[in-house]
């Protein structure tokens, strides 16, 4: 998709916040540092609309981009940062739970584990939520330019067998450097579309 248009609608605290509209919800999770805000960007041709940052847990709201008036586009905050306080992290836990388990237009999550890394616990326990939810599971491995080109399909299979992929679960390698996996990752996005 050519992306002409592409804004942030509201940063929500709380759930009463979230945007009223009838535009299917791609929502994006993944642990801290994982590169969300990065690939946002990518993928809606833009530099900083997502905000980026070196400094794990930034974003600590639910952020709504309204992409071509064709999607909502959401950026959950990151989870499994130990530096945020407890209360905080209690908080961000049942502002997403409540925006996973009851948000009418969320048609699909979209799971980033950085391809450098093993599964985690965290995105195992995500992973297992989402399949609970959603038929599908779609996995994009992040960062796939800080690895070398032989190493990639080792590590993609690393993430297969990590999270148990099932045959019908997506995985996409992602570079928000080289914007490889883009065009992929958009046709999933689109499908989703023509599903609704």
Same mark, same amino acid.
């Given at each position: 998709?050519?992306?002409?248009?592409?804004e942030m609608i509201i940063t929500a605290g709380l759930s009463s916040q979230f945007?009223?509209?009838?535009?299917?919800?791609?929502?994006?999770?993944?642990?801290?540092?994982?590169?969300?805000?990065?690939?946002?960007?990518?993928?809606?041709?833009?530099?900083?609309?997502?905000?980026?940052?070196?400094?794990?847990?930034?974003?600590?709201?639910?952020?709504?981009?309204?992409?071509?008036?064709?999607?909502?586009?959401?950026?959950?905050?990151?989870?499994?940062?130990?530096?945020?306080?407890?209360?905080?992290?209690?908080?961000?836990?049942?502002?997403?739970?409540?925006?996973?388990? @009851? +948000?009418? !237009?969320?048609? &699909?999550?979209?799971?980033? #584990?950085?391809?450098?890394?093993?599964?985690?616990?965290? %995105? /195992?326990?995500?992973?297992?939520?989402?399949?609970?939810?959603?038929?599908?599971?779609?996995?994009?491995?992040?960062?796939?330019?800080?690895? @070398? +080109?032989? !190493?990639?399909? &080792?590590?993609?299979?690393? #993430?297969?067998?990590?999270?148990?992929?099932?045959?019908? %679960? /997506?995985?996409?390698?992602?570079?928000?450097?080289?914007?490889?996996?883009?065009?992929?990752?958009w046709k999933i996005i689109e499908e989703i579309q023509e599903m609704n």
């Open positions: 998709m050519n992306v002409t248009k592409a945007p009223v509209h009838d535009m299917p919800e791609i929502a994006f999770a993944g642990k801290s540092n994982v590169g969300k805000s990065s690939l946002l960007n990518a993928m809606l041709n833009r530099k900083a609309l997502a905000r980026t940052s070196s400094q794990p847990g930034k974003t600590q709201t639910i952020n709504f981009y309204n992409v071509q008036d064709t999607y909502m586009f959401v950026d959950l905050p990151g989870y499994g940062y130990a530096k945020v306080s407890k209360t905080d992290r209690e908080r961000w836990g049942k502002l997403i739970e409540g925006y996973l388990e @009851k +948000r009418e !237009q969320l048609k &699909k999550i979209i799971l980033l #584990i950085d391809i450098r890394h093993e599964v985690g616990n965290n %995105d /195992k326990m995500m992973y297992d939520w989402i399949k609970h939810y959603h038929n599908e599971v779609i996995v994009v491995a992040t960062k796939m330019d800080k690895i @070398k +080109r032989s !190493q990639v399909q &080792k590590h993609l299979s690393m #993430i297969r067998k990590g999270l148990n992929l099932m045959p019908e %679960d /997506k995985l996409v390698g992602f570079s928000s450097e080289t914007k490889q996996g883009k065009e992929e990752l």
